[in-house]
């Protein structure tokens, strides 16, 4: 597998822009919460590394992954954010609900930005194991919540050209 093979969070060889100008939000679930606790603090630093205002930046916790839809939807609703990023884990179990719960989620998220016209972030690892997420939440892989914030930089960024 390729991923064996790097750190997936190396953003060297992309110009990422300024992030001050922008307000994000970011719904995270509660659920796997020594995951998606990695994720946050990932998203958080990598917005504030690219000059995101703390004070432009909204944190909403939601019990699951499957509720990240509907807080990235009061976010949009009620707020004006120039990207919503969703964090969450499901972890392969025993049961069908793994398919259940990933495919909702990420059509969710998708319509999500489709509804609103604003870059709505999938930072939600789908993993087999607890291992495979630890190592994409700050492990040997880097962080994805780190990834969803400068796709959520890059977002915005296009998002405001083209507005």
Sequence with gaps: MASNLKNLSDFSHIQVGDAKQFKFGIVVSQWNAQ????????????????????????????????????????LLRNKDFDAVICLGCVIQGETRHFDFICDAVANGVANAALKYGKPVIFGVLTTDNLQQALDRAGGIHGNKGEEAAITAIQMAHISAKYA
């Design 35 to 74: 995951v998606t606790g990695a994720l946050l603090n990932g998203a958080v630093e990598g917005l504030l590394k690219h000059n995101a205002l703390e004070s432009n930046i909204e944190i909403v916790e939601v019990p699951g992954s499957y509720e990240l839809i509907s807080g990235a939807d009061i």
